[in-house]
């Protein structure tokens, strides 16, 4: 845990510091860094040694638990006024950005099967779904910090691309969800992944906030959160986060809608306030270290699996971009603001590492495919802020649309300024 820290902190601070790109962005690469990509391939015993195979369970634990808390962060800075006014233009954006990456993937699944790249007994429709959920999702988690330290958090264009993204990825969990349902579950275990998470996140939306209302009176009469407040607001998210699991969507997706819901004000200010550190310090780097030490970058090893790498990435980026700067244009964005939305729903990073590990733990793709896709992740994330600032962001600055980036900020404290 030292070394992973130690890496995670100096990574993502020299990609801040000479990339320009948040912390976070940083320790995906550590992740990768850490695994046999680099340290495995130049010192393997300090590797094997560092990470035994008896440590990956307990990696795994904490990674998940880092990667729900960070959404229930997320879910607790989202504006649900904002979605509502961009409910229109966010769902025309995501479903383009959907629709067009699952057209790449019908072009390109059947040739990655014929390549031998996902698993045994994966079948052509398994495998184009699976490419097109992996394709077309976007980073939610990495979006909103993108998004807030861009200056973009009440602006039209944040807003419409924070909705959007939530569209997209709960689109792109459910058709996970029949993957795996096609992989061995049967039919039932589609049905009941959209119809319990379906009903998780109606009563969450339309319940929710009144039987939250008294949480969130006590804590402004405390005018804290105590310890017993924030006690129940942990078990609150722990049986979230099991509700989405139980039906068979991701638990990060518990952690979130919680989070939309939970009463503004002190509770929501204060709960960030004592959260974030342990969540982003300690817990997401052991989600990232997991996600490398099954990343092989060594296996892309041939002019011929690169050239595969290459057309997954261009088929990703010009799918995904083109299609949400399409929808944009046609909702009634102008030509900047469409290509800033196509910009930043185009960062896969966070989520596509989530549903990549997914797909490998259960067999449905292979560790050169996983390599590859975890390479699509970190290469259209690192492209996200700074294609953002050429095609919309200097303009809108000089124009005085936005505020200036202040480089010398913490990107620690990114979450806990969303707005409450």
Same mark, same amino acid.
């Given at each position: 845990?030292?070394?992973?820290?130690?890496?995670?902190?100096?990574?993502?601070?020299?990609?801040?510091?000479?990339?320009?790109?948040?912390?976070?962005?940083?320790?995906?690469?550590?992740?990768?860094?850490?695994?046999?990509?680099?340290?495995?391939?130049?010192?393997?015993?300090?590797?094997?040694?560092?990470?035994?195979?008896?440590?990956?369970?307990?990696?795994?634990?904490?990674?998940?638990?880092?990667?729900?808390?960070?959404?229930?962060?997320?879910?607790?800075?989202?504006?649900?006024?904002?979605?509502?006014?961009?409910?229109?233009?966010?769902?025309?954006?995501?479903?383009?950005?959907?629709?067009?990456?699952?057209?790449?993937?019908?072009?390109?699944?059947?040739?990655?099967?014929?390549?031998?790249?996902?698993?045994?007994?994966?079948?052509?429709?398994?495998?184009?779904?699976?490419?097109?959920?992996?394709?077309?999702?976007?980073?939610?988690?990495?979006?909103?910090?993108?998004?807030?330290?861009?200056?973009?958090?009440?602006?039209?264009?944040?807003?419409?691309?924070?909705?959007?993204?939530?569209?997209?990825?709960?689109?792109?969990?459910?058709? *996970?969800?029949?993957? !795996?349902?096609?992989?061995?579950?049967?039919?039932? @275990? &589609? #049905?009941? /992944?959209?119809?319990?998470? $379906?009903?998780?996140?109606?009563?969450?939306?339309?319940?929710?906030?009144?039987?939250?209302?008294?949480?969130?009176?006590?804590?402004?009469?405390?005018?804290?959160?105590?310890?017993?407040?924030?006690?129940?607001?942990?078990?609150?998210?722990?049986?979230?986060?099991?509700?989405?699991?139980?039906?068979?969507?991701?638990?990060?997706?518990?952690?979130?809608?919680?989070?939309?819901?939970?009463?503004?004000?002190?509770?929501?200010?204060?709960?960030?306030?004592?959260?974030?550190?342990?969540?982003?310090?300690?817990?997401?780097?052991?989600?990232?270290?997991?996600?490398? *030490?099954?990343?092989? !970058?060594?296996?892309?090893?041939?002019?011929?699996? @690169? &050239? #595969?790498? /290459?057309?997954?990435?261009? $088929?990703?980026?010009?799918?995904?971009?083109?299609?949400?700067?399409?929808?944009?244009?046609?909702?009634?964005?102008?030509?900047?603001?469409?290509?800033?939305?196509?910009?930043?729903?185009?960062?896969?990073?966070?989520?596509?590492?989530?549903?990549?590990?997914?797909?490998?733990?259960?067999?449905?793709?292979?560790?050169?495919?996983?390599?590859?896709?975890?390479?699509?992740?970190?290469?259209?994330?690192?492209?996200?802020?700074?294609?953002?600032?050429?095609?919309?962001?200097?303009?809108?600055?000089?124009?005085?649309?936005?505020?200036?980036?202040?480089?010398?900020?913490?990107?620690?404290?990114?979450?806990?300024?969303?707005?409450?």
């Amino acid at each position: 845990m030292f070394v992973i820290i130690a890496v995670s902190r100096l990574v993502g601070w020299l990609a801040k510091k000479y990339l320009g790109q948040p912390q976070v962005v940083g320790e995906m690469i550590a992740g990768v860094l850490l695994g046999p990509s680099l340290l495995g391939l130049l010192a393997p015993d300090i590797q094997h040694m560092l990470f035994p195979k008896d440590s990956k369970s307990v990696l795994y634990v904490g990674a998940q638990m880092g990667v729900g808390l960070y959404m229930f962060l997320v879910g607790l800075g989202f504006q649900a006024d904002h979605f509502k006014s961009n409910a229109k233009s966010a769902a025309a954006v995501s479903l383009s950005g959907m629709a067009a990456p699952f057209l790449v993937a019908v072009g390109i699944a059947p040739w990655l099967l014929s390549l031998g790249l996902f698993g045994k007994g994966i079948d052509t429709f398994q495998a184009t779904l699976f490419m097109g959920a992996a394709i077309s999702i976007t980073a939610f988690p990495m979006l909103a910090r993108i998004i807030h330290e861009r200056g973009l958090s009440k602006t039209p264009l944040g807003t419409l691309s924070l909705s959007a993204g939530a569209i997209d990825d709960a689109g792109a969990w459910t058709v *996970l969800a029949i993957v !795996l349902a096609t992989f061995g579950g049967g039919p039932a @275990v &589609a #049905v009941k /992944a959209i119809v319990g998470g $379906g009903l998780f996140a109606v009563f969450m939306i339309t319940l929710g906030p009144k039987l939250l209302a008294p949480l969130g009176r006590w804590a402004e009469r405390e005018g804290k959160v105590t310890p017993n407040i924030l006690g129940v607001v942990v078990m609150l998210f722990m049986l979230s986060a099991w509700a989405m699991d139980a039906v068979g969507i991701h638990a990060v997706f518990g952690g979130f809608i919680l989070g939309t819901v939970l009463p503004r004000g002190v509770l929501t200010r204060e709960v960030k306030k004592q959260l974030e550190p342990f969540a982003v310090v300690l817990l997401l780097p052991m989600f990232f270290t997991f996600s490398g *030490l099954h990343t092989q !970058l060594t296996m892309v090893n041939s002019i011929s699996l @690169v &050239a #595969v790498t /290459a057309v997954i990435l261009a $088929g990703s980026i010009l799918a995904k971009g083109g299609a949400c700067w399409a929808a944009a244009r046609l909702t009634g964005q102008d030509n900047a603001t469409a290509c800033g939305i196509g910009a930043l729903m185009n960062a896969r990073g966070l989520m596509e590492l989530i549903i990549i590990n997914i797909g490998l733990q259960k067999g449905i793709i292979g560790p050169a495919l996983f390599s590859m896709l975890v390479l699509m992740a970190i290469i259209t994330t690192l492209m996200a802020s700074p294609l953002f600032e050429l095609l919309y962001g200097k303009a809108a600055r000089a124009r005085g649309e936005l505020g200036a980036l202040d480089e010398s900020e913490d990107e620690d404290s990114e979450l806990a300024r969303l707005p409450a």
